[in-house]
T-cell receptor, first 115, second 114 residues
Framework: DAGVIQSPRHEVTEMGQEVTLRCKPI?????LFWYRQTMMRGLELLIY????????DSGMPEDRFSAKMPNASFSTLKIQPSEPRDSAVYFC?????????????FGPGTRLTVT | GENVEQHPSTLSVQEGDSAVIKCTYS??????FPWYKQELGKRPQLIID?????GEKKDQRIAVTLNKTAKHFSLHITETQPEDSAVYFC?????????????FGRGTQLTVWP
């Protein structure tokens, strides 16, 4: 298995532009998580899905952030418009759920820089 | 919601010494406590976890202890090696009929000097 796949690995954009981050979870995993990591705030959960349905989006900073999971093998996190304070590493993680042991498998991350 | 606090934020030890990282949690209903290791520029990876019906769990040089009454849990690394240098995150979760979210601590930067 290739593991969790994220794209792009690096993104540099200007303030005000739309940014779309993509994630392909491990096949068969029922849960998908989006995290943001910064030095100031550490590892923050933004949103997570169970069987493609959003369960908890309380970590989404504001209306500029949105996430979708149209099917079991694909999810997007969109920021529109982007701001310099959105600069961070964004991780996607997937988990098989309780039956599979609960471990979250993280993707390699997308390093976003907003200038 | 749950609040997980982790100490210390940085820890330096000599190779061969032991390292201990401590976490506390606030939600008495939390029942699953994993530890993740993140090497520089890499993704977090699970290294060990413990459930609330167990007081201690070991895996070679690492061990985790849990005190449900005091609501704290700790990671112990013995015979540390330079490759143990990384950021370690503790987390807490409430697992019921479904998988709950993880609440992470702020992380501990462990440096092992040769």
């Amino acid at each position: 298995d290739a593991g969790v796949i994220q794209s792009p690995r690096h993104e540099v954009t200007e303030m005000g532009q739309e940014v779309t981050l993509r994630c392909k979870p491990i096949s068969g995993h029922d849960y998908l998580f989006w995290y943001r990591q910064t030095m100031m705030r550490g590892l923050e959960l933004l949103i997570y899905f169970n069987n493609n349905v959003p369960i908890d989006d309380s970590g989404m900073p504001e209306d500029r952030f949105s996430a979708k999971m149209p099917n079991a093998s694909f999810s997007t996190l969109k920021i529109q418009p982007s701001e310099p304070r959105d600069s961070a590493v964004y991780f996607c993680a997937s988990s098989p759920g309780l039956a599979g042991g609960s471990e979250q498998y993280f993707g390699p991350g997308t390093r976003l820089t907003v200038t | 919601g749950e609040n997980v606090e982790q100490h210390p934020s940085t820890l330096s030890v000599q190779e061969g010494d032991s390292a201990v990282i401590k976490c506390t949690y606030s939600d008495s209903a939390s029942n699953y406590f994993p530890w993740y290791k993140q090497e520089l520029g890499k993704r977090p990876q699970l290294i060990i976890d413990i459930r609330s019906n167990v007081g201690e769990k070991k895996d070679q040089r690492i061990a985790v202890t849990l005190n449900k009454t005091a609501k704290h849990f700790s990671l112990h690394i013995t015979e540390t090696q330079p490759e143990d240098s990384a950021v370690y995150f503790c987390a807490a979760s409430r697992r019921g009929s479904t998988l709950g979210r993880l609440y992470f601590g702020r992380g501990t930067q462990l440096t092992v000097w040769p």
